[in-house]
């Protein structure tokens, strides 16, 4: 017996595809999304209009022969202009990226004072330009997993004196967020990666530590992901995909001193459809990852399907497949030596491991669905 599933082309809402070298390697898994709002704390960061054309172009040469549209965005720092954000509009970005000051990679120019920059944020309202926030505060005395939690303040008031802007709490970790999201009127949304519906704070030091699973922000308690899970297979517009997938090289993860980011594109949709198929709610996997983050920006619904075809033996290959296929990719290589970190290791190992043995279904059973693009 086989069965097909088909949705129409996803869009990723939060994608960091770093440049040069690795912009070329990470571009290669694009192919089954069709757009991305790429973020712009690449080094340099993207910061008005110039940069915009720039990077959309090293974007778009990096990912031919594909068709992929890059969402641009540009980084809103306490001396945005005004006139920077109109000019970086009419370049071509639909969103501004908003960085706690010295919390994640490349934000060393974020921001501390959020009123510093309602200039900009007017200007994103006025125009029509997304404002996106990695929620966290950026006071270094506030304990690291209460960091989004304090961060909801300052969402709620610009909510509050902005409140014809778009504004996106990005890669939300907690059920408190969820739950200040949901009740935020209608144009504050929030992104939800594929990595916060499956791990927690264990998955990256309740053992040996982790590396690959250290993100910012951190995966938190167990009773958080339930409220990510359920936001994200709820049917409620304001929840969508964004993957935040954030290469680096390994040896910048695995060191003394190792970065924050996950790398998931390259298996963030097939995990998407194994987990919402786990739980029944294949149905709703269209809306979260093709609609609900497209509509409110005046997007049109993106062309092409995916599809994924399988049948009984093809199921039972894929799993076979894995210890010598994705169970393994221990980086990818950017040639001179260099290698992007592995990923998602633990996710995809067969066997399972004890804090995935706490799912409702382990992680083991988890397959790599392969997913064809019809053109
Ligand atoms: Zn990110």
Redesign the pocket.
């Known amino acids: 017996m086989s069965e097909i599933f088909e949705m129409r082309r996803p869009d990723d809402f ?1 994608l ?1 595809l770093r440049e040069a070298r690795m912009l070329n390697v990470v571009s290669s898994y694009l192919r089954p999304f069709g757009r991305a709002l790429v ?1 712009p704390n690449t080094n340099p960061p993207i910061l008005d209009a110039g940069n915009v054309r720039r990077y959309r172009n090293n974007i778009l040469k990096a990912s031919h022969p594909y068709s992929f549209e890059p969402l641009m965005t540009i980084q809103i720092v306490e001396g945005t202009r005004p006139g920077t954000v109109f000019e970086a509009k009419e370049a071509g970005a639909v969103a501004g990226k908003v960085y706690p000051r010295g919390m ?1 990679t490349n934000s060393e120019n974020g921001v501390l004072n959020y009123r510093a920059i309602y200039p900009a944020l007017e200007a994103m309202q006025k125009c029509g330009m997304r404002a996106c926030f ?1 929620g966290e505060s950026p006071d270094p005395d506030v304990f690291c997993l209460d960091r989004e939690t304090r961060f909801l303040k300052i969402l709620k008031e610009i909510a509050h004196v902005f409140p014809g802007l778009k504004i996106v709490l ?2 939300v970790t907690t059920a408190k967020a969820v739950e200040c999201v949901t009740e935020l009127p209608g144009n504050v949304a929030a992104t939800i990666t594929v990595h916060h519906l499956f791990l927690t704070l264990d998955d990256v030091v309740g053992g040996k530590l982790h590396p690959h699973h250290f993100c910012k922000p951190v995966a938190k308690r167990p009773e958080d992901r339930a409220a990510l899970r359920e936001a994200a297979m709820s049917g409620n517009p304001k929840f969508f995909f964004g993957s ?1 997938s ?1 290469p680096h090289l390994r040896q910048d993860k695995e060191c003394a001193s190792g970065c924050a980011g996950v790398f998931t594109v390259p298996v963030a949709l097939s995990l998407l459809v194994e987990f919402f198929e786990r739980y029944g709610t294949l149905n709703r996997l269209e809306d979260f990852c093709s609609s609900f983050g497209a509509e409110p920006s005046g997007l049109s619904a993106t062309s092409g399907w995916c599809r994924r075809h399988t049948t009984a033996s093809s199921r039972s290959a894929r799993a076979r497949k894995l210890p010598g296929g994705w169970n393994n990719p221990r980086a990818f290589s950017l040639g001179a030596g260099h290698k992007i970190g592995a990923i998602f290791l633990r996710f995809l190992r067969l066997g399972g491991s004890r804090p995935c043995s706490r799912l409702r279904y382990p992680i083991k059973t988890f397959e790599i669905s392969k997913i064809d693009l019809v053109e």
Do not use: G
């Open positions: 939060h960091h973020m994640t990695h990005e890669h935040d954030a």
